[in-house]
DNA sequence: TCTTCTGTTGAAAAAGATTTCAAAAAAATC
DNA sequence: GATTTTTTTGAAATCTTTTTCAACAGAAGA
């Protein structure tokens, strides 16, 4: 019997019969006391209201879901959350997340696109209602917006491969190319690009920006140096300066290479920017700190996470998923600090 | 009737029992199939299996966990996330998560005591099994072991206000009178301290660390300087060094406090460690390549969150809620670079 | 052939909330 | 006071899955 195992000995959260039993009521008037969905007498709802009090109710928001509501829940996938890039994401999906009083259930692809099926396909096992994404490198992403169903997605900072999914990013080769004519316009004209790695989107982005401003300056076109850890930055950059031909200038694709190169540097004992002028792609808080102050493309970081969550939003709320998807582009800003050869005392933030 | 509304033009999940009458079985067949849980013929089997294929169908976790089963999802509350610390902590959390096969989901406080409440009974109306936090600031924080009910909770960073709760912290008092100890050990008699707030936990146990070290060597004691703002930090150090008996070294007591004053120090263009030697709490990436690279107690962020989850998963485990809160502690290190005063090429780190 | 046993299968109940619909109570009308 | 109308309340069905238990089929043994 019912009544028999509730009396059992074993913990059990307080149920809304229980609180209907306490105050010898039926469980629809609990239930309407908790949502306000129709009148209930002052008398009734007092007593209901301290039947909740005294057994601390509170309802079980699976059951309340389950039942057909919404979940009030979002899904977001990033790469990694280490890094102050993705974390600021994050900050910025849960923030617009929270506005619309929902929560977000948060997980890690690791970049890789097993984990990033299996975790999208978690999610939606839980019955979130929307997903915000961060896609593992383009190619490899897997994600398609046929497996979401009637579930809204959102990619951002890279494109999935799946054109119909929405997408948010930013000017990355834009960017890159208004930087290196910076540089181009201080006089240089062999200029190095260091980046992770090109099956990056972000990066080749960023790279095709960077030879496009050097075949516009009618420059030799240099290529794509790879710098995945200390060791191979320090390599290919005592390499690149032992050449009889060394850049006098670089352009690195990301805060992660940008540290790799401000490490070998340092080791190699170059003066920035005398020997060697120094752009990066992504700005940091302790960017103005670092010797000398570095000159970068800031991205618009919060912007871009605010921007998806919002289109996400308004998908959920529209509740149509569109045939084709569609893409926002965001403007970058040039910060000019000193390792560019700038002399400006405070940074010059451009566009 | 049922099948009426099912075969309406509204799109529906699919469901068990869809999937059982396509396959012509009973939703139990398909539940046995799915789980594994009992004996099934291979031509059922393989009639379910392709009923599932056919519809794309997928278990609803949801009336899974409802049903009964675990949630196999945990909460994760932060004070902010676009802080390098938390986001490291975070993925710590997310990456053990995954090992035990869980889901997070995460929510910030915003250093506000009552959000931090509101999320953690939202996550607990949501049937997480256990919840990892980092509580605002230990003499606001309103968390109890009791509005948690059976559900495990793990605090770490800073203890809670509740010392019934399990809290995982690190050195923060040793520390900082070590740090201090090695810039006395450099001759330095007037050592001045600036954070944030001494409301917050670690800051101020960091501060007693500090007036611990200059009591002990008879030195002056001096005073907390507040800097939480670029601003206030400007003028904090400005009085600071016009003052007739200016500081020779100052320990900060957060990477936002190191920040500040580095900020401060290139606007008042001091000389680092010959106008003044500076030693921060908290390392970071980029320490290496301020100028001078900056030397600062080492605190182990990840272990923290590891262990700190660990444990959470030991509670969940044993289903067991202590009567008492264990109290764990993590040593840390130090790294001395240049800022200090020491003369090392490359980053020295001591304990 | 009839019983017993094993191995598969399905029907019904359960989890905790909400929705629908009808009943009961109270108020209003004549 | 009887009837209608309105307000307040509760019982039963529902959402999707798992658990329990019973039924059924086929095989083995008598």
Redesign the interface.
Known sequence: MKSRDRSANV?R?PTMSDVARLAEVGVMTVSRVLNGTAKVTDATRARVERAIEQLNY??????R??RGQR?H?IGLILP?????F???C??AV??VA?EHGY??????SNEDPETEVAEA???????VEGVVVIPTYARSSRLARTSF??TPVVAFDRPSSDASIDTVLVQNTAGARRMVEHLIEHGHKRIAFMGISRSLFTINARFLGYRRALQDAGLDENSFFGCDSDTSTREALDAMMRNGNPPTAILTSSTLAT?YV??SI?HLGLHVPADLALAGFDD???A?????PLTVVRQPVQEMGRVATNLLFDRIARGETPQSGSRIVLPVEIVLRRSCGCKHRTPVVMQ
Request: some cysteine; glycine content about 4%; proline content about 4%.
């Open positions: 913990y959260k509170s309802p079980n928001e699976l059951a879901v389950f979940s829940s990694y959350l280490y890094d102050t993705f974390a600021t994050a900050h849960i923030t929270r929560s977000v259930i948060l997980t890690t396909r978690s999610m939606l096992q839980r019955c169903g009637r540290r401000l490490g340092a940091f808080e302790l103005e700190f670092t010797a000398p």
